[in-house]
């Protein structure tokens, strides 16, 4: 798969608001399947687990299987180099202050 | 617009791989919109704007008006936004470390 390929992949990914709540929730700590289906409970089991599919072939999630236990896990790593390509090590301090002086003068975030 | 709503601009912006290159090329410095089409001979001048458009509604570039050029600047802080809603800073030393490790071993960048 071309660079380009991936990268279609992930951004389609992160195309869709469900799928990038889900990202949020997998942030803090790696869920079961089971506990994202409680957490988005206005979705059935089968959505739930074709948006997992989706970030899954991303790469924007790993899961590990525990007896009949999937834990979903946030990889760091795209997102990571989505910053490096357009930000990258030297810019990120800037953009980090930027940002956060827009939001002590109240500029909506972007 | 909701935050859902800009980041569906932003995402749907980045799911095409010629303004992903676009943004690549305005990263090392901005560029008029006839440098623009130069660089992408092998689109009409009508695409390239239109590709443009797309980018501007998303805030991931502005456009700078001198006289009759337009400079289109990469605007870095939808992108740091990515990188801090899914990495943050506390995570962001490690992502780098493990990155550059990938890097040393041969895995393929994600």
């Known amino acids: ?12 990914a ?7 709540r889900m990202l949020d929730a997998l942030k803090a700590e790696p869920l ?8 988005f409970a206005e979705l059935d089991r089968c959505t739930v687990m074709q948006h997992l599919g ?5 790469g924007l999630i790993v899961a590990e299987r ?5 834990w979903n896990h946030l990889e760091a790593l795209p997102v990571h180099a989505i910053h490096e390509r357009w930000i ?6 800037a953009a980090g202050m930027l940002a956060r002086l827009n939001q002590r003068i109240g ?3 972007v």
Request: aromatic content about 6%; glycine content about 6%; proline content about 4%.
């Open 1 to 12: 798969m071309s660079t380009d390929d991936a990268d279609d992949l992930i951004f389609k």
């Open 14 to 20: 992160l195309s869709h608001r469900v799928r990038r």
């Open 32 to 39: 079961t399947t089971g506990m994202l289906c409680e957490r």
């Open 54 to 58: 989706v970030l899954e072939a991303a």
């Open 66 to 70: 525990r007896g009949r236990e999937r």
């Open 88 to 93: 990258g090590p030297y810019a990120a301090y």
């Open 107 to 109: 500029v909506e975030p």
